[in-house]
C-alpha cells in the first residue's frame, strides 16, 4: 500500500515537524543563505587554504605561528568572517543531510538538537580564540568577581 | 535531486564533500582553540597528531573537497539564477571537475614532498 505509505511521510507527527513544514519564508530565506554565503566563502576559504597550506609548509605550523597569525587585527577580523559564514553554512548543510536521511522523528530532533548544541560550544571557542581571550585570563576574571 | 547522471554524482559529490568539510571545520575550531590553553597546552601533543603523515593526507583530501564544492557551488547558482544555467549543468560540471583536477595537481606537488621529507 504505496500511497498509504506516502500519505504517512507527508503528515508531520511532531510539533517540531509541523512547525518546519510551515515555515516556509524561513526555508526560503536560508536557500537564499546558502548561495550568498557559498559565494563569499569562496574567497575566504581559498585564501585561509592559501596562506596556511601554499603559502607556508603547513608542517611547519607550531604554536607560535598560530599566536603570531592570530594577533594581528587583520587575520582575526577575516578569520572572523570565515568562521561566522562557515559555521552558519556548515551547520545548516548538516542540518539539511540530518533531514533528508534521519526519518524517525524523535531521532531527528535529537540529532539537530545534539548539532546545534555542539556547534555553538565550538562557535563560542572559535571567538575567544580569535579575540585572544585565554582560559587562564577567564579564570582569572571569574576569581576577581567571587573576591569583590 | 537533478536530472540526468552527471547531475546525480555533482550533486553526490556535493554532499559528500560538504558533510566532510563541515565536520572538519567543527575539528579545526577545536584544535586551534586549544591555543588558548597556553604553550605548555595540549596543542603541541595535537600538533604532533596533524603532522602525521596519514593526517596530512587527509588534509590534502580536505583541500580538495573545498576546491570541488566551492566550484561546484558556483555551477548551482548560475543553475538557480540564469536562464541557461541548467541547460549547461553538466557542461558546467566537467568545468568543474577538471578546474578541481588543475588546481590540485599543483598542490599536489609542492605539498607531497613536504609530507615525504617531514615522514
Known sequence: MSTVRRGKAKRPRTFVEARAMASSSSELGWWVFMRISGLL?????????????????AGQIDFAYVVARLQQPGVRIFNSFLLLFAMLHGVNGLRYSIEDYVRRPGRRFALKMILYTVAGIIFVFGVMTLWAFSYEEMGNAVRALGSE | MYRGREGQWAFVLHRVTGVAVA??????????????????????????FYHNWPFRIGLIMVIAAVVYHGLNGLRIILMDFTTWGVRYQKHMWYGVLGLTTIIGIPVLLKVVPEILRGA
Open chain 2, 23 to 48: 565536520l572538519f571545520l567543527l575539528l579545526h575550531v577545536i584544535d586551534i582553540s586549544l591555543v588558548m590553553f597556553g604553550p605548555e597546552g595540549p596543542f603541541e601533543a595535537f600538533l604532533v
Open chain 1, 41 to 57: 566563502l569562496i574567497p575566504l576559504t581559498f585564501a585561509h587554504l592559501w596562506a596556511n597550506n601554499i603559502a607556508m609548509d
